[in-house]
């Protein structure tokens, strides 16, 4: 019996109501730190797939174990309380709550997720260093900078917030829907690599997914998603 992976998926299969079929997975594994690069173009169903993870959407058929854990045979509310304790996303707008501040945002998984709270006193000493650090090792190191609104952030800063609340609290798994998209591409780089350094620190694994494969030879791994879905049409393998 090998390791447990971080996500194991078998016999994984998707399609929005009325749509054919999107995802059709025989298997795909995760490891524990790993660093994937997942490249599909536009439409292929990348979004989707991350739902699924997170337990957002439920599949048609087959088996989504994170940590061991089937992710199908969890209640809807424990499916939730799940992906916020073991899961950091950072979304392609960043889905900062516009109204809050730098670091309200940024703690929110703390009070959603108690495991994560608790880490982050472990590690940081309280939630409000956890932020302030974080937040410094992605590069805003202005103290000012906690007390100011999500909505008055340039793009750059937006992301570097959205990252800190993915990583806040350590989850064992974070993941990227294409953060980069509206970064040029030295910012791009730099992103990436604190992002790295972060996970690395925390022990997390990071899977990202994107369109754009300037970043891939970054990765341990690059994958395309077309290599993984018997779904994919002709034109993305
Ligand atoms: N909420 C939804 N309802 C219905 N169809 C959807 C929804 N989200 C995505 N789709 C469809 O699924 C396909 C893949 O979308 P998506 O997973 O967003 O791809 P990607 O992230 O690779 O661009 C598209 O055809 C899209 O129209
Ligand atoms: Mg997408």
Avoid at 54 to 64: A, E, H, M, Y
Avoid at 131 to 138: D, E, F, M, R, V
Wanted: charged share 20%.
């Amino acid at each position: 019996m090998s390791n447990q992976a971080l996500i194991e998926l078998s016999e994984l299969s998707f399609a929005w109501p009325g749509q054919a079929p999107l995802l059709d997975i025989p298997a795909f594994r995760l490891e524990p730190g790993e660093t994937l690069f997942l490249k599909g173009p536009s439409g292929s169903g990348k979004t989707t797939l991350l739902g699924l993870l997170g337990g957002v959407q439920r599949p048609d058929r087959g088996s989504i174990r994170l940590l061991g854990q089937e992710l199908t045979q969890l209640a809807a509310g424990a499916r939730d309380r799940f992906r916020v304790d073991h899961t950091g996303y950072i979304f392609q707008q960043f889905n900062l709550l516009p109204f809050l501040s730098v670091r309200e945002n940024v703690e929110l998984p703390c009070h959603f997720s108690k495991s994560r709270a608790a880490r982050a006193v472990t590690r940081h000493g309280s939630v409000d260093q956890a932020a302030a650090t974080l937040l410094a090792h992605l590069g805003l190191t202005d103290p000012a900078m906690l007390a100011r609104r999500a909505d008055s952030l340039s793009i750059g800063q937006q992301q570097r917030v959205a990252a800190a609340r993915a990583l806040i609290g350590q989850p064992e798994l974070v993941i990227a829907d294409e953060p980069t998209s509206a970064l040029d591409a030295d910012a791009r780089e730099a992103f990436i690599r604190l992002l790295f350094a972060e996970c690395r620190e925390a022990g997390a694994s990071l899977l990202f997914v994107s369109h754009d494969q300037s970043l891939a030879p970054l990765f341990d791994r690059n994958l395309s998603l077309a290599e993984l879905n018997r779904a994919a049409v002709a034109s993305e393998v």
